[in-house]
């Protein structure tokens, strides 16, 4: 009676293990399977994420004024010596008895002063102050594009930075070279060194602007 009372135990106890062990096999087989799921659904985002990433900066950008109140206006045109004799005589700065023709185009005709923005993705290369055309920022962008803006009362960039299109760098002011403008910013743009008529600029993306 004894043997078989033990041959039972044996046989139990052997049974049991092995359920215990099927248990657990099955347990680890899902665990797996959910984990391997998990990293197949964080690849998956991380793939939708990435193909979502645009550059910040773009060549097919085009460029915007440097302003964004309705009320401001061209107050010196840009010297073009194709353009009407209008244009060409609202374009020559006269200062101390020289007169300079006018590479940019001046914006202001409002009192008070106004937000002056990045017409581009870009690099701010330069901030300077100078005693005749106030506080002067260059950004440089793709192509051979750069953009200079004068007359500034005060910068909220810095050098090195990387400003998007439409950011503010900085507020209208006035200058010592051309004070009857009263507030204003003087805009200047260029294409490998040669200066272009920014108002020709607002329609063409910046890798269709030419010199021509």
Request: net charge negative; with cysteine.
């Amino acid at each position: 009676m004894e043997k078989k009372l033990n041959k039972n135990l044996i046989y139990i106890i052997g049974l049991s293990t092995t359920l215990l062990i099927i248990v657990i096999a099955a347990y680890y087989g899902v665990y797996s399977q959910n984990k391997l799921k998990e990293k197949e659904d964080y690849t998956y985002v991380s793939k939708l994420f990435d193909e979502q990433i645009e550059p910040v900066v773009n060549d097919n950008q085009y460029m915007i004024r440097p302003y964004n109140n309705e009320n401001v206006k061209v107050v010196q045109n840009f010297y073009d010596y194709k353009g009407k004799e209008k244009d060409q005589e609202n374009s020559i700065i006269n200062y101390d008895t020289t007169y300079l023709q006018n590479n940019g185009v001046a914006y202001g005709g409002i009192n008070e002063t106004f937000d002056v923005l990045a017409t581009l993705d870009g690099t701010v290369t330069s901030i300077k102050d100078d005693n005749l055309l106030g506080k002067v920022v260059t950004i440089t962008h793709n192509n051979g594009i750069t953009t200079v803006y004068q007359s500034l009362s005060e910068v909220t960039v810095k050098e090195n930075d990387q400003v998007v299109q439409g950011t503010v760098i900085g507020k209208a002011g006035e200058n010592n070279i051309n004070k009857d403008l009263g507030n204003h910013v003087s805009f200047e743009v260029m294409k490998d060194g040669t200066y272009l008529n920014p108002e020709n600029c607002y329609e063409t993306s910046i890798d269709k602007l030419t010199t021509n």
